[in-house]
């Protein structure tokens, strides 16, 4: 199991942005992901917040190992034309080390942000499914020319191309049928980040959130067998944080829930890096023992 982190878009670069992305690649960490938002929800929303390609593109210069993406971008305020030359940027300046994290997007500040009115649920799913498979498109040929419902492209030119081959890998964030289908056709990982009716309930429990992402996994492997893809499917993502895990409190913590997944099948469990005053605080002694010692006991 691979174990990575998110940080969010926060740390203005020259007072502490730069160490961040510094410390996550010393500490061993296998991917650094950060959201791709123009701004978040409370605390954050009145707060710096930075742009998700220029911190990566800064980041894939302070590193060299280091894996980087998104968790991820949405069609919300992107387009694919402009999105895959971005892309294939991020990709040649950080040698082929960026994933693309991406899903439908929500009906927050991002959706409105551009002056348009919030999509509906119908629509979103539309736009998303356009969305992936022009970017899957644009990033495997050359030139691109597409007209669709919601997305369209001229003569769009993608050269020299993305040095990962046929492109950089998508992990889809998805859990209704039509985005578990978009994983299965175009995702080389799938990301959760838990049931938020169970996680959000009242009576939630680590137990109860993790039967539901069991069933999540159960209607993943269905669709990969309806788009005919093999058992395995795409890698399983975690992006933790939003469960009623508590994984942060200590080594041990770490130990057991990182056990408990792996044996559910995920790939990579994804630690947001922690932030005072939020609902990422935990302790750094103890998220940076878990970085560094937490790998070698699973």
Known sequence: ???????????????????????AEALGFDTAYTYDHLSWREPFRD???????????????????????????????????????????????????????VGAGGSGADATALGQEAWSARERADRFGEFVTLLDTLLTRDVTSYAGTHYSARDARMLSGCVQRPRVPFAVAATG???????????????TTGDPAVSGAPDATAERSRTAIAAQLARLAAACEEEGRAAGGPEKVLLTGFTPDEPLDSLDAFVDFAGTYAALGFDELVLHWPLPHSRFAADQRVFEKIATDGPGQL
């Open 177 to 191: 049928p039509r985005g578990m289908r978009l994983a299965a056709r175009h995702g080389q990982a799938w990301v």
């Open 47 to 101: 707060g710096p917040w930075f742009g998700a390609v220029p911190t990566l593109t800064a980041a894939a210069g302070a590193t060299s190992r280091l894996r980087l993406g998104t968790l991820v971008t949405s069609p919300n305020f992107r387009h694919p034309v402009t999105l895959a030359k971005e892309l294939v940027t991020l990709d040649d300046l950080s040698g082929g080390r960026i994933t693309l994290g």
């Open 1 to 23: 199991m691979r174990l990575s982190t998110c940080i969010l878009p926060v740390h203005r670069w020259a007072e502490g942005g730069r160490e961040v992305w510094e410390r």
